[in-house]
């Protein structure tokens, strides 16, 4: 039976769930997630989890954070005037925003605190500095 190795492009079911069993996202009420085992497509920790399965291996794992998003870091937490948000937008508690770069990329951001003073951005992924346990099925090895 085929083992999935480095630059296979291999689909897998998937459960994550934090620590504490809150699922926060699945494959299998959809199609099965496809990725190039190696080659960045996927946190770390998931890659080096389906490496070495075969076709209908289930495995449960539990990633540390610093092999899924990272820690979470206290330097990814800034606050902006309330004057430089575009008019357009009335800023709330949990409204995802993209700050743009002057190389025209974009970083998602989080409002986690608004103030007459201020408005607090958080570009941390939401899972950062979260340890993720999931359940993985490798259903296929693409030829």
């Given at each position: ?9 291999v689909?897998?079911?998937y ?16 199609e ?7 080659a ?8 080096d ?20 998003y990272?820690?979470?870091r ?29 190389d ?27 340890d ?7 259903v296929?090895?693409e030829?």
């Open positions: 039976m085929a083992t999935a190795k480095t630059g296979d492009t689909r897998v079911h459960t994550g769930s934090l620590t504490d069993g809150t699922v926060f996202d699945s494959s299998r009420e959809r099965p997630l496809s990725f190039q085992v190696g960045g497509q996927v946190i770390s920790g998931f890659n989890a389906v490496e070495g399965m075969e076709v209908g291996d289930k495995v449960d794992v539990t990633i540390e954070s610093k092999d899924a990272g820690d979470y206290e330097d990814f937490v800034i606050n902006v005037n309330p004057s430089d948000i575009p008019d357009e937008i009335d800023p709330e508690v949990g409204m995802d925003l993209q700050l743009h770069q002057q025209g990329g974009a970083i998602p951001v989080k409002i986690t605190a608004v103030s007459d003073d201020a408005v607090t951005l958080d570009a941390n992924h939401p899972l950062a500095g979260k993720l346990k999931f359940e993985i099925e490798l296929g090895i030829e």
